[in-house]
């Protein structure tokens, strides 16, 4: 069983759903897969898919998770807690099947502040069983080694970051491995994503929203003001709390243009997830100084396929300039040596209730390729932002 605890996720899942829950809780949605890799999948694969989703519906919250995460996470009231330990994840909800070609595709259906919480679980799950598939065993000895050398570089250039490992790991044996290791030697982990190992080992759980927020916003109020409709609501919902303001669901451009006095004073900082580091960084510098706000007491959460190497170059880039931290994934929780899954699951339409025609979700990534959305919508998009070069 991959997922034995509906904690193994991260914290940012549980920060949305409440969010859901106390500002659209009549909203529904869909995730759809995506495998960027268009990898040809197996029968007996989907088989032990579907085995482990059926596995699902035996995860809920004990009273003891319920216990940590109510002390542990302020600006999350007890009774979503409640809630939660009510709350069962439903396999009938979730559709998947191999196409003509054997490529994975997957959707799951349900209110907004429900559905959200299948993402992360499905693509670990997805992960864990590919490299069962493909009989890959890990050295963990290797992966300690390596990880070694990543945690002396933080501990010597005093740079911090956190695990956002769970959604690509190779296992949950290998992130439990990682983590455990973090905890002991790493000097400035600020800590981990997952809300069970920041449990399991007295870590601090870190998120705050993901570009699904914005998605949304775009959809049901338009993208022009998605960006800052999406802040506003989420500072009516958190008052202050979980500051870090996600800047590339329809480019950082457009992000950047919207984010407003308030916006830009009230909130700790922003988080870049594509494009070029180096250059946003000097955007968001000159936006804060156009504000009138001393950027150096901001910070920059990089999250973006990054490596320690590619971390530090940007960490030493932003001294003196800007406050920065890192949230690295991937790149501690699937560094086997074996080729990591590119996999992803995205809000793909909603509807703000029952009666409500669905409508197509869409994110512009400030990299080319992570576009998603259909070539018409997101098009539209483009168009209504004025982002369409001739």
Not at 18 to 31: D, E, H, V
Not at 319 to 338: A, V, W
Not at 350 to 379: A, F, I
């Amino acid at each position: 069983m991959v997922i034995k605890t509906i904690l193994d996720t991260d914290l940012y899942k549980f920060t949305t759903s409440y969010a859901y829950i106390k500002l659209f809780p009549y909203a529904i949605g869909t995730f759809t897969f995506k495998d960027r890799d268009e990898t040809e999948y197996t029968e007996g694969f989907l088989e032990a898919l579907k085995n482990e989703i059926h596995n699902l519906e035996m995860v809920k919250l004990t009273s003891e998770e319920q216990e940590y995460m109510t002390t542990h996470c302020r600006f999350l009231p007890s009774v979503y807690w409640e809630w939660l330990s009510s709350f069962r994840f439903d396999p009938n909800k979730i559709e998947v099947w191999l196409d003509e070609h054997h490529h994975l595709q997957m959707t799951v259906t349900d209110y907004l502040y429900k559905v959200t919480l299948y993402e992360v679980p499905l693509l670990a799950i997805v992960s864990e069983i590919k490299n069962q598939f493909l009989n890959r065993i890990p050295d963990k000895q290797a992966i300690l080694a390596k990880l070694a050398e990543k945690v002396n570089l933080s501990n010597a250039h005093q740079m911090p970051f956190s695990e956002f490992g769970t959604r690509r790991r190779f296992s949950f044996d290998v992130q439990k491995l990682v983590v455990e290791y973090l905890k002991e030697h790493a000097q400035y982990c600020t800590g981990t994503s997952n809300c069970h190992l920041a449990m399991k080992y007295d870590m601090r759980p870190m998120g705050t929203h993901p570009h699904e927020w914005f998605m949304f916003h775009g959809a049901q109020f338009g993208y022009k003001h998605a960006n800052y409709m999406a802040l506003e609501n989420w500072v009516n919902v958190y008052d202050g709390d979980l500051g870090t303001a996600l800047s590339d669901t329809y480019t950082s451009d457009s992000f950047l243009s919207n984010f407003s006095r308030k916006q830009a004073k009230l909130f700790d900082g922003v988080r870049c997830d594509s494009g070029d580091e180096y250059e946003f960084i000097e955007r968001l510098i000159a936006r804060y100084k156009e504000l009138g706000i001393d950027p150096t007491t901001k910070t920059i959460i990089f999250s973006n396929a990054l490596d320690f190497e590619k971390a530090l170059k940007i960490y030493q880039y932003c001294q003196g300039k800007i406050r920065c931290s890192f949230g690295i994934g991937t790149n501690l929780t699937n560094d086997t040596g074996y080729q990591p899954s590119n996999i992803v699951m995205k809000l793909s339409r909603c509807k703000m209730s029952q009666s409500q025609e669905w409508r197509e979700c869409v994110k512009l990534s400030d990299d080319m390729g992570k576009h998603m959305g259909s070539m018409t919508e997101v098009e539209a998009c483009l168009h209504e932002l004025r982002l369409l070069t001739e």
